[in-house]
């Protein structure tokens, strides 16, 4: 078994998965990722994108394949491993919000960082500057049911964020938020991701949201391909987008 590249935080070798179903979701990918770099992978829905993330993260186990984290082999883990390593390493954003709602906004921020063994008042502290750095700061009080679908969205993106995981996962963590609001942020994210040394990799079907990254891999039908090209999506508010490219 040949370990990876000193300077890859993430690194993965001849991934394939197969659904419960039978379908394929990934055939075979490769892929490197440098440690603080932004990774974008791009292609249209259905291509892979989620199950690459989901394999990179350990929330599934890899059975034919394998992954590796700072050096050492994440597809030999067990299942109890792998959550340590998500828990302590790791951050993820859906593309819908889940939020817990017995606790009010920084209660659900500052989650991550108590599970980790951060004191209240320190882990508030962190919760509430990622809140006001992604403008909801003036909601940390209130409960989920409370917030708007875009609020509660940016509420999971502090969560992400606070605990200043090594790689962050983002699967198309602007999805509810209108056209207006992603701008801002993802140059929020990128911006964080940048001067804390996070890495990140993004899964998006959007160009815009892709050029924001460092490099770009793209996928179609669970391969690395070198070009796609990206049929008509809806926005939130419900208008067609123009046809894209990548």
Do not use: Y
Request: aromatic content about 4%.
């Amino acid at each position: 078994m040949e370990a990876p590249p000193d300077n890859d935080v993430l690194w993965a070798r001849s991934l394939h998965f197969t659904h419960r179903d039978g379908s394929p979701g990934l055939a075979g990918v490769s892929l490197g990722v440098r440690e603080g770099e932004i990774l974008a992978v791009s292609g249209p829905r259905g291509s892979g994108k989620t199950t690459l993330l989901r394999c990179l993260s350990g929330l599934v186990p890899v059975r034919c394949g394998e992954v590796w984290f700072n050096s050492s082999p994440v597809h030999t883990l067990g299942p109890m491993a792998r959550e340590r390593l998500r828990r302590d390493r790791f951050g993820w954003i859906d593309p819908e919000p889940v939020l817990v709602p017995e606790l009010n906004v920084w209660e659900n921020a500052a989650l991550p960082l108590m599970l980790r063994g951060a004191g209240r008042r320190r882990a508030k502290a962190a919760a509430l500057e990622w809140l006001e750095r992604l403008d909801v700061g003036d909601k940390a009080r209130s409960r989920p049911h409370e917030l708007r679908h875009a609020e509660r969205q940016r509420v999971a993106i502090a969560r992400a964020i606070a605990p200043g995981p090594t790689v962050l996962f983002a699967d198309e963590p602007t999805a509810p938020l209108h056209r207006a609001d992603r701008t801002h942020v993802l140059r929020t994210l990128t911006s964080a991701a940048r001067s804390h040394g996070i890495t990140v990799v993004l899964a998006t079907h959007d160009p815009d949201t892709a050029a924001l990254a460092d490099r770009t891999v793209l996928l179609l039908d669970g391969r690395r391909v070198h070009t796609v090209h990206l049929p008509e999506a809806p926005d939130p508010e419900g208008r067609a987008a123009c046809s894209l490219s990548v």
